[in-house]
């Protein structure tokens, strides 16, 4: 029996591609159409946004705690979050969980590893690229890591926050994206983390400037390795 995977979710377009990719991929795994059993769980944006606002993790962390106790609730086995940003609030609450979570930070970084990459430029929201959840996880599998230039984090901040969770992909945000990750190959960056669940609507790796390490379909496939057995 695969197990149930549980989605805490945050924004909706990041939240629905993982979805998706749960969903699609699994026949790969278990045949045509079918896939593990999925049920997710969301406190509006808007919630997590205001705690996000006055620097509020533990508050990020209790909503993310209350969407684990109804994912259990409903049966779920496991945990996910299709969201980069609030996994810094995820360590806070980890113990206090009623379920394991997988961590998306960690599966970004041992594929890096997997792919033997040696300097990462990651790429989110301001909040993630100037935070903590990538830095150990990184360090943690012997891999430096760079970020954009204060101006260009900025600008990313604003293109996720007023375009991609709304569902709007735009050619000039795409060619900003570029510009961006051509600047960390140049700083020695030989991929890229699209380290925010909905980068990877704009941007892949046949955009890209540098190989992509797609955070949202890397924790999909790996919540569906955890959940159908070998």
């Not at 086995?77 to 360590?91: E, G, K, S, V």
């Amino acid at each position: 029996m695969a197990k149930h995977i549980g989605i805490v979710a945050c924004s909706a377009e990041g939240a629905a591609l993982c979805y998706r990719t749960v969903c699609v991929e699994g026949a790969a795994l278990m045949g045509r159409h079918n896939h593990p059993e999925v049920s997710m769980h969301t406190h509006s944006l808007h919630e997590y946004m205001e705690c996000i606002y006055r620097d509020d993790w533990r508050g990020v962390g209790d909503l993310m705690l209350d969407s684990a106790q109804k994912l259990a609730k409903v049966g779920a086995d496991f945990l996910i979050c299709p969201d980069n940003t609030i996994h810094q609030a995820l360590d806070m609450v980890r113990e206090q969980s009623p379920l394991p979570w997988l961590h998306i930070a960690e599966e970004v970084a041992a594929e890096a590893a997997r792919r033997d990459f040696k300097k990462v430029g990651v790429t989110g929201t301001k909040y993630l690229m100037e935070g903590p959840v990538y830095p150990p996880k990184f360090q943690a599998a012997g891999i430096a890591h760079a970020i954009p230039e204060l101006p260009q984090r900025i600008r990313i901040n604003s293109i996720i926050f007023d375009e991609l969770v709304n569902a709007r992909l735009l050619p000039e945000s795409l060619n900003y994206f570029q510009e961006v990750i051509s600047d960390l190959k140049s700083n020695g960056c030989d991929a890229v983390a699209l380290s925010c669940t909905e980068i990877p609507l704009l941007v892949s790796d046949s955009t890209s400037p540098l190989p992509t390490l797609d955070s949202t379909r890397l924790l999909a496939r790996a919540a569906l390795k955890r959940a159908v057995p070998s």
